[in-house]
């Protein structure tokens, strides 16, 4: 079974940036993304990636985060920039039972991670 422990999240001002990393034990090769869930709103998806390395993201976050995954590793990571406070909320990595992410990459994840906290002060 897949177990997925997230790490980086941290308070940080307007502007800022953070790096968030997810490690996977159990891993297989699936697509990996990370979801964002903002005090008191759903989570949604914010960026995928396959073990090929294709990307997915929100268009809220386009320009601004970078999804890159280290398959021998067992890691993704969510590089964020220019961070704003919109983004402050809790973070989870997540897994997908499937190789390839599909037509829809935001959804059916079957394992997630605990997620991480993000604050971004204005």
């Known amino acids: 079974q897949v177990q997925l422990v997230e790490s980086g999240g941290g308070s940080v001002q307007a502007g800022g940036s953070l790096t968030l990393s997810c490690a996977a034990s159990g891993y297989e090769l699936r697509c990996m993304g990370w979801f964002h869930q903002a005090p008191e709103k759903e989570r949604e998806g914010v960026a995928g990636?396959?073990?090929?390395?294709?990307?997915y993201y929100a268009d809220s976050v386009k320009g601004r985060f970078t999804i890159s995954r280290d398959n021998a590793k067992g890691t993704v990571s969510l590089q964020m920039n220019s961070l704003k406070p919109e983004d402050s909320g809790m973070y989870y990595c997540a897994a997908k039972s499937a190789f390839s992410c599909g037509d829809t990459w935001d959804v059916d994840y079957v394992n997630w991670g605990q997620g991480t906290q993000v604050k971004v002060s204005s």
């Open positions: 990636i396959s073990p090929l390395g294709d990307t």
